[in-house]
């Protein structure tokens, strides 16, 4: 059965919830095999994160998030400039700004951004 892009808003939500069963595993697969500061886990973090505000899960999307980003910073510190940095760290923005944080509160989060220890 061919999928329309006008699919109901429920089923797109229910096709997220089932979603994250095999991203949280494949998030302890990465973790296992790369580590967990690696830009390959920092992409299945950023998966897990993107699925759960998806599904209004916001509380839950943001320590994710900023374990991708500081990892990805990490990364770029210690290595080369990571290709998804920027890309990371706008996705981690617009989640605080689904958080309804004010201004100074999102430029406090991303000020306090660390590399994992």
């Known amino acids: 059965m061919k999928h ?8 797109l939500l229910d096709d ?4 994250r069963r ?16 690696q830009p390959n ?5 950023n998966n897990l994160a993107q699925l759960l505000q998806a599904t209004n899960q916001l509380a ?3 320590p994710l998030m900023r374990r991708m980003a500081e990892t990805l910073i990490a990364f770029s510190q210690q290595a080369f400039h990571h ?3 920027e890309a990371g760290l ?23 951004l660390q590399p994992p220890n």
């Open 41 to 45: 886990v920092a992409t299945t973090l």
């Open 22 to 37: 095999p991203t949280q595993r494949a998030l302890a697969i990465d973790e296992a095999s790369y580590g967990k500061d």
């Open 90 to 112: 706008g996705n981690y923005f617009s989640l605080l700004q689904a958080l309804d944080l004010s201004e100074s509160e999102i430029q406090a989060k991303l000020q306090s």
């Open 60 to 62: 839950e999307a943001e």
């Open 83 to 85: 290709p998804n940095l």
């Open 4 to 11: 329309s892009l006008s699919r109901p808003k429920r089923i």
């Open 16 to 19: 997220c919830i089932i979603s």
